[in-house]
Each structure stands twice: as C-alpha cells, then as structure tokens.
C-alpha cells in the first residue's frame, strides 16, 4: 500500500538521525539504568516517539473510542515509565486509552488529530480482515478517507513540534492512524504488516528527516500481542 498523500519535513524540523538500540536488561536498577539509556538515545531536538496505546477493556457496549484501559493496559502503561524519556512533552489521542496509556508517565496533553480512523464498524466479525482491507486501500462506507487520517496526523506533528523544543516528543495514538502516517512520512516497506505486528503499548522512534523508524525493543515493557 501506497498512500496518495506523501508528508515531508525540513531538515531543520527533525535534525540528525534516532539511533537504533535494542536493550534487555534485568536485576534491581533495571529500570534507572533503562531511563538513562533511552534518554541518552533520543534526548535531543525533535525526536519523536509514537506510542501505540495499550489493552483496553473491550466492551460492545460502548463505542471503541470511549473504551478506557484494562488491568493488563494499565500495567502496561505503567511500564512505559521505565522507557519513555522523564522530560519528554506527552501528548495523546481524545480517546481514554490512548491518554492513560501516557498518564503514569506524567501530564498529558491531548489533541484530536492523533485520534484512530473514524469508521462505522461493526462489533462482529473479522475485523482485522476489514482493517488490512481499509490500509490496502479498500474504501469502507462511512470510513475515514486515509488522505484526510495522514493530513490530519502530520498537521498535529507540526504544531507539537515547536513547544516540545529540545525536548523528546512523544505522542500516543492508534495503530491504523498511526500506520498511514508513517506509510506517508517514512520508508514504512509493508505497512499491513507493520500494522499486524504491533502490540500494545508499542513504542517506535521516528526520524521523519532520516525517513526512518525503529521499534523501542525493551525487557521492561509489559505489552501483549
């Protein structure tokens, strides 16, 4: 898949490289030793994280993006803190989950651009087949159109950018949003796949200058699949 719409930032907007790192570590100072790393990784102007936000409680009765976390999401936002950077500026999708994803981390700031795709979906069924149609390129009755979802994305980049400064950005949302943006912004090769592999939460550090984007791999994440 291809989106239409392609996304581009200056040089001066993301400066430098996110280097890759991969880092499993265990014992009592685990977690401060973990802190320290990733900030030294990304603790730099413009760097930006994008969080997939974790399980929430599932409930048929109530649309998906009123659904808050569950006690597996919220251990899982929990274990965030051990991998988010302490200064980063924390902005979140206007949905429950995606926010209290970030929430244990410290305040959160939210914005409507990083919500997940609006759609008219129904509870039952194969719903992984309809989203894999949808980022293939599929148009969905009453399903928003990908271009607008990119648009909408990259505009919150933009205006996040500037306040967060030197320090790291870091952004919750969803994984069909958050696929379409980066299948736009960076050299994502097979984007339903990517989207099939994510897990909740999910981290991925992007360099939009650098096109390019490397999941956040750590032993301390509590994240299921």
């Known amino acids: ?113 990083f919500n997940e795709v609006a759609r008219n979906e129904p509870h039952d069924g194969d719903f992984r087949r309809r989203r894999r149609a949808y980022l293939a390129g599929a148009d969905h009755p009453k399903w928003e159109p990908r271009e607008q979802v990119v648009a909408r994305f990259h505009a919150g980049i933009k205006h996040w950018r500037p306040p967060a400064a030197a320090r790291p950005l870091v952004v919750a949302t969803h994984g069909m949003a958050m696929t379409l943006w980066l299948a736009a912004a960076v050299d994502l090769a097979d984007p339903i796949s990517f989207w099939d592999d994510l897990r909740l939460p999910d981290v991925f550090a992007v360099d939009p200058a650098g096109r390019t984007v490397e999941r956040v791999d750590s032993g301390l994440l509590y994240q299921l699949r």
């Not at 430098?16 to 685990?30: F, I």
């Not at 603790?43 to 936000?53: C, I, S």
């Not at 429950?96 to 651009?113: F, I, N, S, Y």
């Open 1 to 113: 898949m291809r989106c239409s719409t392609e996304v581009g930032f200056g040089a001066h907007e993301f400066p430098g490289h996110l280097p890759r790192w991969e880092h499993r570590l265990a014992g009592p100072d685990a977690a401060e030793v973990a802190v320290e790393h990733v900030t030294a990784a990304v603790g730099k102007p413009y760097a930006l994280l994008l969080v997939r936000h974790a399980m929430p409680a599932l409930n048929p009765e109530v649309a998906p993006e009123r659904w808050e976390l569950d006690t597996a999401g919220r251990r899982g936002a929990e274990s965030l803190t051990h991998v988010l950077p302490p200064d980063a500026v924390l902005v979140s999708s206007q949905e429950p989950k995606a926010r209290q994803t970030l929430e244990p981390t410290g305040p959160v700031a939210t914005d409507h651009r």
